[in-house]
């Protein structure tokens, strides 16, 4: 058996929720229809032809992309350009695309994250917060019976959450009472005959991105034909969002040593360094893609030096005259997430029990030489 196109995607948005994506940013189904059963995933950071060809020969119905393929609304669509040609051919072979951008950049275990492990850094903040969940209370009575059943469909679905803690809940026994009417299909009593239940009042938060998800795993494990439950808004945030990582390395190197770090753990060809080769470096600050406006940023949060892509030349001598290192190791340093994204979510659909595959490409799509 093989997972429908909606499934997969809605396991790829519990790893990038949609929500936390930046104001404007191009993403989710960019081409093509989720309605058909997937075989196989393509993983990737950019959809060239090259990887549109990959994605054939893999007989992939779907590729998973971190940049866009649409910037800007469609005015026409000429099959005899760059462009066009792209789209008619995933289009003939009925290849989907969907783009998770700056809400896989922003996500708990996103790109940032991914690039945070990989230089060995002990993360203690953002960069820049860019979303903050709401909290909500969410409170539903249910028979003894079935409490622990509706307590961890619940928890799974991303309910009881408290800072670090997980499947918070408070819990209250109680008498419930109701009276079935005509038409009515008991659980617990008889049509026309006041019940009294053995029951529980669960009481649990609910940050407000997943509140859809929780409420339906609750009624889907609920036994009640008719479930009593209450939400209540609270005056409380939940998980903070943001973009980019600071942290600090296990012990101090200089900055030459951390530039062949960096080159090595992101696997890039070459990168390009601003500042003195000796300088020592504890605090680093990194950012996927490109990340010149951020460079007062990482200035404000202490860092020794910025990791991140497509440094201009003036951005790099403001940093000079600011006392910040930087280094760059190219916008393509997000290839990261293939092979990290591909893992995760073929862990995801082997908890599924289906046949889906879900692959990193293998095409380097690097834009740079050294010649």
Known sequence: MFAKGQTVIQLVERLAPKHIAMEGDKIGLQLGSLRKEIRTVLVTLDVTEEVVEEAIRLQAELIVAHHAIIFRPLTHLQTDTPAGKLYEKLIKHDIAVYIAHTNLDVADGGINDMMAEALGLKVTGHLED??????????????????????????????????????????????????????????????????????????????????????????????YEEVAYDIY???????????????????????????????????????????????????????????????????????DVLVTGDIDYHTAQDAIAAGIAIVDPGHNAEKIMKKHVAEWLQARLDEQKVSTRAVASQVDTETFKLM
């Open 130 to 223: 860019v979303h903050t969940d709401k909290l909500k209370k969410l409170v539903v009575f249910v028979p003894e019976s079935h409490q622990n059943e509706v307590r961890d469909a619940m928890f799974s679905a991303g309910a009881g959450w408290i800072g670090h803690y997980s499947h918070c809940s408070f819990n209250i026994p109680g008498t419930g009472t109701f009276l079935p009417r005509e038409g009515a299909e008991p659980f617990i009593g008889t049509k026309g005959k006041l019940e009294q239940a053995s029951e529980v009042r669960i009481e649990t938060v609910v940050p407000e991105s997943v509140e859809k998800q929780v409420i339906q795993a609750m009624l889907k494990a609920h036994p």
């Open 233 to 303: 808004t609270m005056d409380l945030n939940g998980r903070t969002f943001g973009l980019g990582r600071v942290g600090r390395l296990e012990a101090p190197v200089t900055l030459d040593a951390f530039a062949q770090k960096v080159k090595q753990a992101l696997d890039v060809p070459f990168v390009r360094v601003v500042g003195e080769p000796d300088r020592e470096i504890k605090k680093v600050a990194v950012l996927g893609g490109s990340g010149s406006r951020y460079v007062k940023q990482a200035l404000f949060a202490g860092a």
